[in-house]
């Protein structure tokens, strides 16, 4: 799988704005291709619901049940495209991405944490050969999870949420003033609640965190060796195949290409 063409938008605050922009992109593809695609796929950096078309809640752009495929669709018919459009979390289409196309991934590995670090943290799912996303289609928002009643105060109303202490901005702050290990220590913290719960083959850590794999990924290794309730010897911990960009395009390409082929389960 390869990216062909791009075009590159920034992402506003105003969905009508975002939406628009976005559609004069595709429809410049479009015309460059000469080609309409079957289906066009959004990546999501927040809860998006179950019928694939509902942004429920993206704190970094104050979106709140927001139905963005509909609204990207109708700009679409204005221009003359009527591709059907869908929407998921850019975690899950990342996740997708790593265990369709196995770039370091050995066949064996059915069970999958993905780490993605941005403005905050989130968390794909691969569990027993399959993308996990729960009953309402919002499984892995561990980020929301607390692990300190006296820390930072999250969007969501509580306390020490462990998205609003491990995020970049906060990487970023403790490399500066040389903390790292503070930093690793609460990421840790969480992924290892994660690790106990689930027991998976592999994690992969994206994102931000990238940047620092010399450093983070063999002392995350050793805290969580450390700390487990059970042995870990086979677990492994690796950073993502794919650079910032390419995991959610080639997530939302395979997811396009499941609902394509009517894929319900498995990967492809």
Same mark, same amino acid.
């Given at each position: ?11 506003? +605050?105003? =969905?009508?704005?975002?939406?628009c922009?976005?559609v ?19 990546s ?8 694939l ?7 970094l ?5 927001? &139905? *963005? !495929?509909? *609204?990207? +669709?109708s700009?679409l018919?204005l ?5 059907? &459009?869908?929407s ?6 990342? &996740? @997708?991405?790593e ?6 991934i =050995?066949?064996?590995? #059915?069970?999958?944490?993905? #780490?993605l670090?941005? +403005?905050g943290?989130g968390?794909g ?6 993308i ?15 692990i300190?009643?006296?820390g930072?105060e ?19 702050? *403790? ?22 719960? @689930? ?11 990238e940047?620092?794999?010399?450093s ?7 805290k969580?060796?450390?700390? !487990?309730?059970? +042995?870990?010897?086979s677990m492994?911990?690796?950073?993502? !195949? ?27």
């Amino acid at each position: 799988m390869n990216v062909t063409d791009k075009c590159e938008i920034g992402t506003s +605050e105003s =969905p009508e704005k975002f939406a628009c922009e976005l559609v004069d992109c595709i429809s410049d593809l479009c015309d460059k291709e000469n080609e309409l695609p079957s289906y066009l796929v959004i990546s999501v950096p927040g809860l998006v619901r179950g019928d694939l078309r509902t942004a429920i809640n993206v704190p970094l752009l104050h979106w709140t049940d927001l &139905v *963005l !495929a509909e *609204l990207v +669709e109708s700009r679409l018919k204005l221009k003359g495209l009527d591709s059907p &459009v869908m929407s998921n979390n850019d975690a899950k289409l990342r &996740v @997708l991405a790593e265990v369709a196309l196995k770039r370091d991934i =050995p066949d064996d590995f #059915a069970n999958i944490v993905y #780490a993605l670090v941005k +403005e905050g943290v989130g968390i794909g799912l691969f569990i027993n050969g399959s993308i996990y996303v729960g009953s309402n289609h919002i499984a892995g928002e561990f980020g929301y999870m607390s692990i300190d009643r006296n820390g930072p105060e999250c969007s969501c109303g509580r306390k020490g949420c462990w998205l609003t202490m491990v995020g970049s901005r906060e990487l970023d702050d *403790l490399v500066i003033s040389e903390r790292l290990d503070d930093y690793i220590e609460s990421f840790s913290i969480g992924l290892m609640n994660i690790v106990n719960g @689930l027991y998976p083959d592999l994690v992969v850590i994206s994102g931000a965190l990238e940047e620092y794999r010399d450093s983070v990924l063999p002392a995350l290794k050793t805290k969580l060796k450390n700390s !487990a309730l059970f +042995e870990l010897s086979s677990m492994e911990i690796v950073k993502s !195949a794919f650079d910032d960009r390419e995991g959610p395009i080639f997530g939302g390409a395979l997811m396009g290409l499941r609902k394509y082929l009517n894929i319900e389960t498995g990967v492809l």
